[in-house]
């Protein structure tokens, strides 16, 4: 059995590992860009009605931008969709949510 430190006489092992190392390399480089990406479009997105800052926020597992202005929703293609199967009373929770600014 292979131990960290010492060369290992079987040359699949040595393979598979360094697979695995790149392969966890990469997960991390697509985790960082995904969470710049989340990031910026956090902050750097803008109310088409008012300016004010979208904020992305998840209801019933549908992510959707509201602004902080003006309370405006924003939704993307396929989103009215998601919440169209939403059950009336749960989406009236979201809607005062929204309404009132609470979460």
Same mark, same amino acid.
């Given at each position: 059995?292979?131990?960290?430190?010492k060369?290992?006489?079987?040359?699949?092992?040595y393979? =598979?590992?360094q &697979? $695995? /190392?790149?392969?966890?390399?990469?997960? =991390?480089?697509? &985790? $960082? /860009?995904?969470l710049?990406r989340d990031k910026a479009?956090?902050?750097?997105?803008?109310?088409p009605?008012c300016e004010?800052d979208?904020?992305?926020?998840v209801?019933h597992?549908?992510?959707i931008?509201?602004?902080?202005?003006?309370?405006g929703?924003?939704?993307?293609r396929?989103?009215?969709?998601?919440l169209?199967?939403?059950?009336?009373?749960?989406?009236?929770?979201?809607?005062?949510?929204?309404d009132t600014g609470?979460?």
């Amino acid at each position: 059995m292979w131990e960290p430190g010492k060369p290992s006489q079987n040359e699949n092992e040595y393979f =598979a590992r360094q &697979d $695995a /190392e790149w392969l966890k390399a990469q997960r =991390a480089k697509l &985790d $960082a /860009e995904r969470l710049a990406r989340d990031k910026a479009k956090n902050t750097g997105m803008k109310c088409p009605r008012c300016e004010g800052d979208l904020q992305e926020r998840v209801y019933h597992n549908v992510r959707i931008d509201v602004c902080d202005t003006c309370r405006g929703v924003w939704l993307d293609r396929g989103e009215l969709h998601m919440l169209a199967h939403v059950e009336a009373t749960a989406m009236l929770h979201v809607v005062h949510e929204i309404d009132t600014g609470t979460r």
